[in-house]
Antibody, heavy 124, light 108 residues
Framework: QPQLQESGPGLVKPSETLSLTCTVS??????????WGWIRQPPGKGLEWIGS???????YYNPSLKSRVSISVDTSKNQLSLKLSSVTAADTAVYYC????????????????WGQGTLVTVSS | EIVLTQSPGTLSLSPGEGATLSCRAS???????LAWYQQKPGQAPRLLIY???SRATGIPDRFSGSGSGTDFTLTISRLEPEDFAVFYC?????????FGGGTKVEIK
């Protein structure tokens, strides 16, 4: 079974860009059977889908974040990355990377494996 | 965007009792593409149910899902001590994927 591990700065200043990496082990990110996604959870609150990517590079974003989000994949390193620009305190959250099987949906699905999550705080 | 409303917000029950959690969608969820997750403090969500009623690998059969269209239910037949947690529903029938606000099942 795959293991996913998020990494990146735990503190980001307002207006800067949040950058996180998710390293996948125990499985190939290049598999045609899966999409890979980012989900976040503000402290004490619910879950919010950020976006998904296929190994080919096709991306699907939440419209509420689309203007600030970029998700990419590096198949040589078995990693996916998240960039969120112009962050504010509202972007403070635990950020999870996760996998969803394909099918059923193109860019949409249920998440069967998750990373442990990484807390990113936006503060000066 | 499909809005998912979960009820009740909190359920106070004793081990051995049954639990019924509701997830209502603002519009029909296509193909019953509805999943349920369990989340314990400090942990990532764990997939319990997908396709409204299919149990994920390794999930005990005391967890069951049902429903279609706009109304879905997660049932826990007999609560074990390790079941107390927050439960989320998620629809993946249309983009953007959305989650419900969660139901906390706490020990009475």
């Amino acid at each position: 079974q795959p293991q996913l591990q998020e990494s990146g700065p735990g503190l980001v200043k307002p207006s800067e860009t949040l950058s996180l990496t998710c390293t996948v082990s125990g499985g190939s990110i290049s598999s045609s059977s899966y999409y890979w996604g980012w989900i976040r959870q503000p402290p004490g609150k619910g879950l919010e889908w950020i976006g998904s990517i296929y190994y080919s590079g096709s991306t699907y974003y939440n419209p509420s974040l689309k203007s600030r989000v970029s998700i990419s994949v590096d198949t040589s390193k078995n990693q996916l990355s998240l960039k969120l620009s112009s962050v504010t305190a509202a972007d403070t959250a635990v950020y999870y990377c996760a996998r969803h099987p394909y099918p059923p949906g193109v860019g949409t699905g249920f998440y069967d494996y998750w990373g442990q999550g990484t807390l990113v705080t936006v503060s000066s | 965007e499909i809005v998912l409303t979960q009820s009740p917000g909190t359920l106070s029950l004793s081990p051995g009792e049954g639990a019924t959690l509701s997830c209502r969608a603002s519009q029909s969820v296509s193909s019953s593409y509805l999943a349920w997750y369990q989340q314990k403090p400090g942990q990532a969500p764990r997939l319990l149910i997908y396709g409204a009623s299919s149990r994920a690998t390794g999930i005990p059969d005391r967890f069951s899902g049902s429903g279609s269209g706009t109304d879905f239910t997660l049932t826990i037949s007999r609560l074990e001590p390790e079941d107390f947690a927050v439960f989320y529903c998620q629809q993946y029938g249309s983009s953007p994927l959305t989650f419900g606000g969660g139901t906390k099942v706490e020990i009475k």
